[in-house]
């Protein structure tokens, strides 16, 4: 069966294609400032990534006719349980009104279904950054009316943990493990037996990140509420330019680790803090997990490093075994998402 990927970011749309587990072709669409610059709400770049896609597919050879289902990322939606979802009116709905926060990956659905209806297939979503399967116990914030939620890196988290899980010998749904995404930002979660019962909310919880604050001192962010910034200066502040970002002033993780270790004493501090920061989180899952815990998993970008790989494990070998998934799993785990679907598990109801 032949599956269309649909992965659309900020400045770029991935697409990518594949036969049953096998990839046959990926591609990276740019979208540069000024391409992008006459839409004024991103849900206005539909017609210009669709037409994009159609051209980048026939120039490649492929034809919508010849696909059994698209698979596109879901965006800022309600919170659901992980699955494969078929793409409905009611999903359409959110994206297109931006009901729960207005994001690239909003586009993912919208681009997913008209494409497929073109075609005469379905179209599916797969774990998106709102999934949520977390405990009650761990809902509770300390506040009332303020409880925590459910936001993380579901789709690579859950694929990085079914790998890890091929490796152990074991399906996922039979083993505890600590999932550790690390990028732009970072998302600690506790997968119990299939579930992810608690998870350091990516927006703003637990480590800092590249360029998110992460857990900030509650008094301090206070008193920067009402220092005479407004309202969005300061979501932009926390969420895009904090982190690693605030203190050596790069997004690039590279940097602060040539930095680090060519004698830039605050850049080591900074790089020796973010491990240290991801392994009191890791501590505080095994917690969650009552200590019996499988493996833990380190993915995304930065578990490309060696160094900070190395530096991770002095903290958390003694947990459990370690297994490295470097990069992102989103595009394999999109076409699995469609392909478990196709071949008869259930379909959930957005």
Do not use: W
């Not at 992810?196 to 509650?218: A, H, I, K, T, Y």
């Amino acid at each position: 069966m032949r599956i269309l990927v649909i992965n659309p970011g900020a400045t770029s749309t991935k697409i990518a294609v594949f036969d049953d587990e096998r990839e046959i072709f990926r591609k990276t669409i740019e979208h540069s400032t000024e391409e992008l610059a006459p839409f004024l709400r991103i849900v206005e770049q539909k017609d210009y990534r669709k037409e994009l896609i159609e051209r980048a597919l026939v120039e490649n050879g492929f034809d919508l006719l010849e696909f059994s289902a698209i698979s596109c990322r879901g965006g800022l939606l309600k919170h659901i349980p992980s699955g494969a979802y078929r793409v409905d009116d009611k999903v359409l709905f959110d994206a297109y009104n931006n009901s729960y926060g207005e994001h690239a990956s909003n586009l993912g659905v919208i681009l997913g279904k008209e494409l497929a209806d073109k075609a005469g297939i379905d179209a599916y979503f797969v774990d998106p950054v709102s999934v949520d399967e977390m405990d009650d116990i761990a809902r509770v914030s300390g506040l009332r009316g303020m409880e925590r939620e459910s936001y993380f890196h579901a789709l690579n988290q859950k694929g990085a943990a079914r790998k890890a899980a091929g490796l152990i010998g074991k399906s996922y749904e039979e083993l505890n493990l600590i999932v550790v995404h690390m990028g732009g930002g970072v998302s600690v979660a506790a997968h119990k037996k299939g579930r992810v019962v608690d998870v350091f909310n990516v927006l703003d919880e637990g480590s800092f990140s590249m360029n998110r604050g992460g857990s900030l001192p509650v008094q301090a962010l206070i008193n920067l509420c009402f220092s005479g910034k407004s309202k969005q200066e300061i979501k932009s502040l926390v969420r895009s330019e904090a982190g690693v970002c605030s203190y050596l002033g790069t997004h690039d993780f590279r940097e602060v680790e040539r930095r680090a270790f060519s004698g830039d004493k605050e850049a080591r501090l900074i790089f020796d803090a973010i491990v240290y920061q991801h392994c009191k989180d890791i501590g505080a899952m095994a917690a969650v997990l009552q200590f019996r815990v499988d493996a833990i998993v380190f993915t995304g970008g930065m578990a490309y490093s060696r160094a900070f790989i190395e530096s991770l494990r002095e903290y958390v070998s003694k947990l459990a075994d370690i297994y490295v998934i470097p990069g992102e799993t989103e595009m394999e785990s999109l076409a699995l998402g469609a392909l478990r679907a196709l071949r008869g598990e259930p379909v959930k109801e957005y």
